[in-house]
């Protein structure tokens, strides 16, 4: 009997011992189930600073004026008096077509003359109704339109002083008027102004305001060493892409020298002049992973504020940030910032 007692107060022990073995530790002094703690950040406060704003793109040179010259009708080609490469002046002879057609036209033209002439007087003399005088002159000027015509399409006269870039036919072939040039167009000879010669750029629109007709630019090429060349905008165009968010600007590139040609690949610089802007720590500004945004942290009552930017020209360490949102004098997060999400909360050190 005392044995089956002894044995039974040993279990109750080896029981108790067992459970104590299996509860955890208890916490330490000082622990809470109390909210996450706040995230120590260093801030700065934003300033603003005069900045001379100039912009820079890159662009191929177009010919100011690009002709592809053909008359109106076809018709045989009697002579073609310029070659690749000719220089000419407006108003210079280019070409001469057959003037068949020409002649038939005069000959129609001196015919509707002397009836109108002779029409004229028996009108004067009250010897024929008025509608038969109309129906004389009618006809002479019809004929007179038709010479001017013929005229125009068989002596082809240079519109514009420039370079001859393209020759499509040769004497004595015919001039179809079917589409013939890497345009698409018909022509017989093509010809470009390259002076001056124009670029076209896309501009942000961030400066659509800032950018205006008769604005100087910059201009220079890696093929010309040690020479920039005066250009400046003559054309802002009134719409905007909706794709890239930029407009497209014309501008007109002087070039007395001919120094320059088109398709030349260059370097064009635009001052908009002086001008207030916000600038930051560019350690202040980061890039969501994966895309092209940028972003930085302002405080807020010990709360982080997430606010979108586009970035700017940059100034050493420091670099301009853009965006509606920003003012001067905010407080902006500089230091943490990594470890920071909209709404989080923080505390300055």
């Known amino acids: 009997m005392k044995s089956l007692i002894k044995n039974g107060l040993l279990a109750i022990i080896l029981i108790?011992?067992?459970?104590?073995?299996?509860?955890?530790?208890?916490?330490?002094?000082?622990?809470?189930?109390?909210?996450?703690?706040?995230?120590?950040?260093?801030?700065?406060?934003?300033?603003?600073?005069?900045?001379?704003?100039?912009?820079?793109?890159?662009?191929?040179?177009?010919?100011?004026?690009?002709?592809?010259?053909?008359?109106?009708?076809p018709g045989r080609i009697d002579q073609i008096k310029v070659e690749v490469g000719s220089r000419v002046k407006k108003g210079d002879i280019l070409v001469e077509i057959d003037k068949t057609q020409l002649i038939q036209a005069k000959t129609q033209l001196a015919s509707a003359q002397d009836n109108l002439q002779r029409i004229d007087t028996l009108y004067k003399l009250g010897s024929i109704s008025e509608q038969q005088y109309e129906a004389a002159k009618t006809q002479y000027d019809l004929a007179l339109s038709n010479v001017d015509y013929l005229t125009r399409n068989t002596t082809l006269k240079s519109p514009i002083t420039?370079?001859?870039?393209?020759?499509?036919?040769?004497?004595?072939?015919?001039?179809?008027?079917a589409p013939n040039t890497a345009a698409g167009k018909a022509a017989i000879l093509s010809l470009m102004q390259i002076n001056p010669l124009k670029a076209i750029v896309s501009i942000s629109q961030t400066y659509y305001e800032s950018v205006k007709n008769g604005m100087k630019a910059s201009i220079s090429s890696d093929i010309i060493k040690d020479q920039n060349f005066e250009g400046r905008i003559i054309n802002v165009y009134p719409t905007l892409d909706p794709v890239t968010r930029t407009?497209?600007?014309?501008?007109?590139?002087?070039?007395?020298?001919?120094?320059l040609r088109p398709g030349m690949f260059v370097t064009i610089r635009i001052e908009l002049g002086e001008e207030?802007?916000?600038?930051?720590?560019?350690?202040?500004?980061?890039?969501?992973?994966?895309?092209?945004?940028?972003?930085?942290?302002?405080?807020?009552?010990?709360?982080?504020r997430r606010i979108e930017v586009e970035i700017g020209t940059r100034l050493n360490n420091q670099i301009e940030v853009i965006s509606s949102e920003?003012?001067?004098?905010?407080?902006?997060?500089?230091?943490?910032?990594?470890?920071?999400?909209?709404?989080?909360?923080i505390h300055v050190i």
């Open 247 to 259: 407009f497209k600007t014309e501008i007109l590139v002087d070039n007395p020298q001919e120094t």
């Open 326 to 345: 920003l003012k001067e004098g905010m407080e902006l997060i500089v230091e943490g910032q990594a470890r920071l999400l909209q709404g989080s909360t």
């Open 16 to 73: 108790g011992t067992f459970s104590c073995s299996q509860t955890g530790p208890a916490k330490q002094t000082g622990e809470t189930d109390g909210p996450t703690a706040s995230i120590p950040v260093k801030t700065t406060k934003i300033s603003s600073q005069s900045l001379t704003r100039t912009l820079e793109y890159t662009a191929n040179l177009v010919a100011f004026k690009e002709i592809n010259y053909a008359p109106s009708s």
């Open 276 to 304: 207030e802007t916000l600038v930051v720590p560019a350690n202040a500004v980061l890039k969501q992973s994966g895309t092209n945004i940028r972003y930085l942290f302002i405080n807020e009552n010990n709360t982080a």
């Open 162 to 177: 420039g370079i001859v870039t393209g020759k499509y036919f040769e004497n004595g072939e015919l001039y179809s008027g």
